[in-house]
């Protein structure tokens, strides 16, 4: 149901990037993977912090949080290298390839995000279930 309210926008959007020209759009594209980017190494902290706190909380399963831990620190690797592998087109390249280029950057980065997301997700249960009293301690 929420999807048709957006039929129109989706039905006008071509019609929008058509306006635009070729290196307005490998612009566009550029732009939109470094501000994904920007985004998430805002980000970077939190991972971080969610590592230390898994490290400190006691917890009953320690193979758990050493799991979560290293699935924030495989989203904090899979940053950093998109980051060294990250290399943006010289102008002299056609528009053609920088759009391919940006496009495949774009899933790279947006899968980083993804591992972000999980690994965070994840560990904030964990310490949020590791914090809580245990009922055993009777």
Known sequence: MKILRFA????????????????????????AVLAR???????MDKLYELRQ????T??????????HRRALLGAENG???WM?????????VTVTHRLSYFAA????????????????????LVVADGSAPTSSAQ
Request: charged share 25%.
């Open 8 to 31: 129109p926008l989706l039905v006008l959007l071509p019609a929008c990037l058509s306006l635009q020209s070729d290196e307005q759009k490998a612009e566009a594209a550029e732009k």
């Open 37 to 43: 980017h920007d985004e998430l190494m805002a980000q």
């Open 53 to 56: 706190q898994l490290q400190k």
């Open 58 to 67: 006691p917890l009953a399963d320690t193979v758990a949080a050493s799991r």
């Open 79 to 81: 940053m950093l290298f």
């Open 84 to 92: 060294h592998h990250y290399r943006k087109p010289a102008d002299t």
């Open 105 to 124: 950057q774009q899933q790279r980065i947006d899968s980083v995000g993804r591992l972000f997301q999980t690994s965070q997700d994840s560990a904030r």
